[in-house]
């Protein structure tokens, strides 16, 4: 139920509002001055103010600041006897939504409050919207064809229609948030939002109020009253990413919101009730956790009501050929370069890789090979080269690689490099080749025999 906040030093005319609005099904609350109702304005998140704007002492416009500057969403309506342009302006310009003239119907009254509540719920749908359009834009399709990702899959499908909650395990980069927003998306739920917070990388205070919110002055910064992801979420999911590296305190209060559904802001006196699914995600042995006591044994099965696990990439290296493909259209079609061909030689040593970083390394390695082949089929020799390329643009990094006793192949290293910087440097250049030239302090002949060693067609002198 959406809550109203009535302002005015004027009995019967709050009386009449009272009335009129809590028929109308919302919950109102009512202040006789000014005072008061930026007492309440602190206490509390009203979706709506109406308030006079001429009172004694605190006056409306003081109203209509406090009430901005604690809870910006709240929509303001201003009511006035003398409707001078001067304070309507102003009030506008403070941010009220309108202002109302005194006397007024109260059909008129309704309407305006129904279209600005409307209003405002659109607003923040579509703010989350845009949110989540951006996001998946890059959240392609799952892909898969192992028997585990088809597990994965009728896992994915099973429980779309059910609340129960999802613990998803896996190393980093197996897909675990695109797993979590297929759920979401493929579920009941998906009109609502979905929210993804990433539980380690925000400090235990912070990620309190993220998650459940704040009231104004509850801790220094707490400069207006916010609502946490739990309740912008209502109705959707939310995505607890890292679960495995909360604290204590965060746990418990996680634990609270499964079991009974209802959470409180920090510095909040009220309990507020909501409906999400919880999806969690984790890279580390919960199960460990749990044992050693640094998890909650209480918290880790409400969550792993449902588990699923997705296996490290060199474990289906089936898959290999599927992503390589999928990646490999992805990136040509978003960079407008022709799609590269693979030589079996290249897709041989892309089998036999580790993928530690699982499918964002390939992802990202495909990615490369995108935006670097030169004509012809892609060897061996070039996936070599790029998949061991340094990761930063230092000097003293550009050798990354220690020697393992599994040893390393240098000359395909080398020429991947080689291959890569001559790349770089033409692109730097515009493909004027005598610049490229001096960039990589190489006379015009030896820049011109590598250009052929690697096939590196086109360019100007
Ligand atoms: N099965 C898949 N099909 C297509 N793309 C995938 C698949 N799995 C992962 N990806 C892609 O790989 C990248 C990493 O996936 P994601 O972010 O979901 O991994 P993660 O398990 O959450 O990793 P981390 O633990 O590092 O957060 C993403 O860009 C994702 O789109
Ligand atoms: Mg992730």
Request: proline letters at 3%; glycine letters at 6%; aromatic letters at 6%.
């Amino acid at each position: 139920m959406e809550k109203i906040l009535v302002v005015d030093d004027e009995q019967s005319l709050r009386e009449v509002l009272s009335i009129m609005l809590k028929r109308a099904g919302y919950s109102v609350t009512s202040a006789t001055d000014g005072e008061e109702a930026i007492d309440f304005v602190h206490k509390e998140i009203f979706d709506l103010v109406i308030t006079d704007l001429r009172m004694p002492k605190i006056d409306g416009m003081e109203v209509l600041k406090a009430v901005k500057s604690a809870s910006p969403e709240t929509v303001v309506l201003i009511i006035t006897a003398f409707a001078t342009a001067d304070s309507a302006v102003e009030a506008m310009k403070q941010g009220a939504y309108d202002y109302l003239t005194k006397p007024f119907q109260v059909d008129e009254v309704q309407l305006i409050i129904r279209n600005a509540l409307e209003k405002r719920r659109l607003t923040t749908e579509n703010m989350l919207l845009k949110r989540e359009m951006a996001s998946q834009s890059s959240f392609a399709q799952l892909v898969g064809q192992s028997e585990a990702m088809q597990k994965v899959f009728d896992v994915v499908r099973k429980v779309a229609d059910s609340k129960s909650n999802v613990l998803i395990c896996g190393e980093s980069g197996t897909g675990k948030e695109l797993v979590a927003r297929a759920i979401h998306y493929n579920s009941a739920r998906s009109s609502h939002p979905f929210v993804a917070v990433n539980c380690s990388a925000v400090p235990e205070t912070l990620l309190e109020s993220e998650l459940f919110g704040h009231m104004k002055g509850s801790f220094t910064g707490a400069i207006s009253n916010k609502a946490g992801l739990f309740e912008i979420a209502n109705g959707g999911t939310v995505f607890l990413d890292e679960i495995g590296d909360t604290t204590p305190t965060i746990q418990v209060k996680l634990l609270r919101v499964i079991q009974e559904r209802e959470f409180r802001r920090v510095g909040g006196s009220q309990d507020i009730k909501v409906d999400v699914r919880i999806v969690a995600a984790t890279n580390k042995d919960l199960e460990k956790a749990v044992a050693d006591g640094s998890f909650r044994e209480d918290l880790y099965y409400r969550l792993d009501v449902i588990p699923i696990r997705l296996p490290p990439l060199r474990m289906r290296t089936g898959d290999i050929p599927l992503l390589v493909n999928h990646f490999l259209e992805r990136f040509s079609k978003e960079s407008g370069r022709p799609k590269p061909v693979m030589s079996t030689e290249a897709m041989h040593v892309l089998l036999g890789h580790e993928w530690r970083g699982n499918v964002r390394e390939l992802e990202n390695l495909i990615e490369r090979v995108v935006a670097f082949s030169a004509e012809g089929p892609v060897t061996d020799t070039d996936v070599r080269g790029w998949l061991h390329r340094p990761t930063t643009q230092s000097p003293q990094s550009a050798m990354p690689l220690d020697l393992t006793d599994e040893g390393l192949d240098l000359e395909g290293l080398i020429n991947g490099i080689e291959k890569d910087l001559l790349l770089k440097a033409l692109e730097r250049s515009k493909w004027v080749k005598k610049k490229a030239a001096r960039m990589l302090r190489l006379n015009t002949r030896s820049f011109r025999y590598r250009l052929e060693k690697y096939a590196i067609k086109g360019g100007r002198d």
